[in-house]
């Protein structure tokens, strides 16, 4: 269960998308989609590179597919979601562990399956898909980050929360000291309200 209280819209030309980020399988790429984002990087920059049937790449501060943030990032290509699927968004780069802020989103997953685990995926979009093969080679864009509230959970095992993302653990029919909680520094009583460090956590109800 996901418990991160984002998303993004990619405002375009054309309408906006609304992304669901990959956190659990790529948390080192969405936060740095996600801070540039936040400091403007992408406002403005163009899609330089649209193949119909393919991609819509963008995320070149020079507009020609050259440049980057002025660093690398590694691939992350490990998890569950790493399929090229229409509406997914994944990192461009020029050989693995190259990537930085370039990235594209897919026209279909026919032409792009080879591309599995070769780059990361870290999002997809969820609505406005009608408007991936509209993007037109040279249309701008800018990416617009939305935390959203996170709402009261169900307990269950498992739980992903994302570094520094205020979370709400709520069993629902428990009141205060309902559960426990395990996860990467260490344990505590439910309801939590606070910012956890990124990872897995086992919720156990007590009765």
Not at 65 to 70: A, Q, R, Y
Not at 116 to 124: E, I, L, P, Q
Not at 129 to 145: A, M, P, S
Request: proline share 5%.
């Amino acid at each position: 269960m996901h418990l991160c209280g984002m998303n993004a819209k990619i405002h375009t030309d054309h309408g906006t998308m609304t992304v669901e980020f990959f956190e659990k399988d790529a948390p080192n790429t969405v936060a740095n989609f996600v801070k540039l984002a936040k400091e403007g990087f992408y406002e403005g920059l163009k899609f330089h590179r649209v193949i119909p049937g393919f991609v819509a790449q963008g995320g070149c501060p020079q507009g020609i597919g050259s440049g980057g943030p002025g660093y690398t990032i590694d691939c992350e290509l490990d998890g569950d979601n790493q399929h090229h699927d229409k509406g997914v968004l994944s990192m461009a780069h020029a050989g693995r562990n190259t990537g930085g802020s370039q990235f594209f989103i897919v026209h279909n997953r026919e032409n792009t399956a080879h591309l599995d685990r070769n780059h990361t995926c870290f999002g997809k979009v969820t609505e406005g898909l009608d408007l991936v093969e509209k993007i037109n080679q040279g249309d701008t864009f800018r990416v617009e980050v939305i935390e959203d509230p996170v709402p009261p959970v169900n307990c269950g095992p498992d739980v992903f929360v994302c570094e520094g993302t205020p979370v709400l653990l709520d069993c629902g029919v428990f009141l205060a000291d309902a559960f426990t909680w395990t996860g990467p520094t260490g344990t505590g009583n439910g309801p939590q309200h606070e910012a956890l460090v990124s990872g897995d956590y086992s919720v156990t109800v007590v009765a």
